[in-house]
């Protein structure tokens, strides 16, 4: 099992930043990917942004240009770097790794999930 902590969430003015971060533990060997997705009232959850092991990112048109998506591979966190917020990026931020399970395959693992509120 991995289990994935989030910090970092909270309540900013729209134009502002904020900064998450997410730390794998246990069974953290064959993660591949780590990233965040993020889920709106009423709205389907989406993917933000993830980062490769190689290093390889991909950001939703939503958020290019406004949001880096970081790792640290050594302490096993990702890290989402939010900037020039607006309202529209309100919603519950979770964090998610995937990884390479021998015979099953690939195994997606979520964090709990924590709350960016942006007010105009």
Do not use: H
């Amino acid at each position: 099992q991995v289990q994935l902590v989030e910090s970092g969430g909270g309540l900013v003015q729209s134009g502002g930043s904020l900064r998450l971060s997410c730390a794998a533990s246990g069974s953290i060997s064959g993660i591949y990917k780590m990233g965040w997705y993020r889920q709106a009232p009423g709205k389907q959850r989406e993917l933000v942004a993830f980062s490769t092991r190689g290093g390889r990112t991909n950001y939703a048109d939503a958020v290019k240009g406004r949001f880096t998506i970081s790792r640290d591979n050594a302490k096993n966190t990702v890290y989402l770097q939010m900037n020039s917020l607006i309202p529209e990026d309100t919603a519950v931020y979770y964090c998610y790794a995937a990884k390479l399970v021998p015979i099953v395959g690939d195994v997606n693992y979520w964090g709990q999930g924590t709350q960016v509120t942006v007010s105009s």
